[in-house]
């Protein structure tokens, strides 16, 4: 199971992840901020019945892709990052730059979009694409998948919001602009952006905001939140859950302790021989969505797939998948992230956007000069038995593997990971496993016994 801040093992998913942007005006002496929270899963459908405005859509989507591989990319040449676990929402951070990019001008707008990959696109088309992306995920919930997206944004009482930004807020993000007092009281604002955060993920996400987040001179604070929660279509059984090593480093000295979920039957899988790594699909309930897990032949793979992987190899392997017997074995883990992506963002071209006085925010308000100084990402996923819950190429050539006995997905090193929805094969979150965490309280350095290790653990 796949949960964002809270893991169950089972064919159970939950997703979830926020974002925070952070935007003060600039004047002389006085400075105010605009802080976001995003939190987005993808649904199983897209409001469109016209085939043009479809192909819009699943354009807008793509780009969204587009922009979470640039972001793996950047994350992989962090050197706080490049070793550790990694999760986050693409989708999310978009939709909350999606709604700053409402009340943008200029050439802030135009970093934006390029950054964003909107450049060849309507500026009213990108939004209408991301409303109908939100609809269809708000019409995606069934009995055994909970799929739920919400904006909300906070505003200084004393903040004059043009009226264009408001309606359009309300138009393409289904939200008001609540007025607090941030000069004032803004710990008072702080605890209740903190609670309708926490009350709109399931209390997977608490204390999204910590002390010191927004204080006198925030103005606006944009808030989106996503919520996800699946069961597996087939379910991993608890008794074939066993103790094994997973190796973190190629020298195999570097060794920790896993609980690993097995299971044999029927999966979409294939072999991708150029780029040396093997696709599995495992669907959740009602088979709307679902989680890619790719891992690569070499215990170090990882680090080459992050660099080549983009739209089109993602929509290969898709397309590429064939259903086949396998015998899978993934490790049960847990992942928390905070991130601060202003530096990211500015060396991915975004840079007008965090410059006091240079920054054009006009559309929001004409009556204070609006900068962006923080823009802030936090998710958390835990995948267990039972499913997930969250609180985010051409010339490829592919090899179906064929043996008599089942080909074997046995997860024992790091790999990447990906919960799409199938319909538009629009990534919801997407991470990295180097190191898993069997629980939050536990030791992630512990150390496998010799004899508790898998049979089948070899490389």
């Known amino acids: 199971m796949l949960q964002f801040n809270q893991s169950k093992l089972s064919i159970l998913c939950h997703a979830s992840h926020t974002q925070l942007i952070d935007i003060r005006p600039y004047k002389t002496k006085m400075f105010a901020s605009l802080s976001f929270l995003v939190f987005l899963t993808f649904s199983n459908s897209l409001a469109s019945s016209d085939q043009s405005e479809n192909q819009q859509v699943g354009e807008i989507i793509e780009t969204v892709n587009g922009f979470g591989f640039d972001l793996l990319k950047s994350f992989n040449h962090e050197e706080k990052l490049k070793d550790d676990n990694l999760f986050y929402s693409p989708t999310s951070i978009v939709v909350s730059l999606a709604m700053v990019f409402l009340g943008s001008r200029g050439n802030t707008a135009h970093q934006l979009a390029k950054t964003l990959k909107w450049y060849s696109h309507e500026f009213e088309d990108v939004h209408l694409a991301l409303k ?7 019409e995606s919930e069934h009995d055994n998948l909970e799929l739920k997206i919400a904006n909300r944004i906070w505003g200084h009482e004393d903040l004059d919001e043009s009226a264009e930004f408001q309606e359009s807020s309300l138009t393409f993000y289904d939200t008001r602009i609540a007025k607090v007092d941030f000069k004032e009281s803004y710990e008072r ?49 608890h008794d074939k859950t066993h103790h094994a090593r997973f190796y973190t480093g190629s020298d195999r000295e570097n060794v920790v302790e896993v609980e690993m979920m097995s299971r044999t039957s029927k999966h979409n899988y294939f072999v991708d021989k150029e780029n ?17 897990i790719v891992l690569p032949n070499e215990i170090n793979g990882v680090s080459h797939l992050e660099q080549v992987i983009n739209t089109e190899i993602l929509s290969q392997w898709i397309m590429s998948l064939e259903n086949t017997t396998v015998k899978v074995s993934i490790p049960k883990f847990i992942l928390s992230q905070h991130f601060e992506l202003k530096e990211v963002l500015s060396k991915l071209g975004v840079i007008d956007l965090f410059e006091p006085g240079i920054a ?3 559309g929001i308000s004409s009556v204070e000069s609006l900068f962006v100084s923080h823009v802030i990402h936090k998710a958390h996923v835990d995948v267990n038995e039972r499913g997930t819950e969250a609180a985010a190429a051409s010339g490829v050539v592919m090899q179906k593997r064929s043996l008599d006995m089942p080909p074997e997905f046995y997860a024992n090193h790091p790999f990447l990971f990906i919960i799409y929805h199938k319909t538009s094969s629009a990534i919801l979150f997407m991470g990295r496993v180097k190191k898993p ?11 496998v016994n010799s004899n508790s290790a898998h049979q089948s653990d070899e490389l």
């Open 132 to 138: 109908s992306l939100q609809e269809a995920i708000k």
């Open 189 to 237: 604002a702080r605890e209740e952006i903190n609670g309708w955060v926490e009350e709109n993920t399931a209390r997977k996400i608490k204390g999204f905001l910590p002390p010191g987040a927004v204080n006198q001179d925030t103005r606006l604070a944009l808030i989106n939140v996503i919520y996800f929660k699946g069961t597996w279509l087939h379910a991993f059984k």
């Open 276 to 292: 040396n790594c093997k696709v599995i699909e495992l669907p959740y309930s009602g088979d709307g969505v679902a989680m890619l």
């Open 360 to 362: 054009d925010l006009s």
């Open 437 to 447: 965490e069997m629980t939050e309280q536990e030791n992630d350095t512990a150390k």
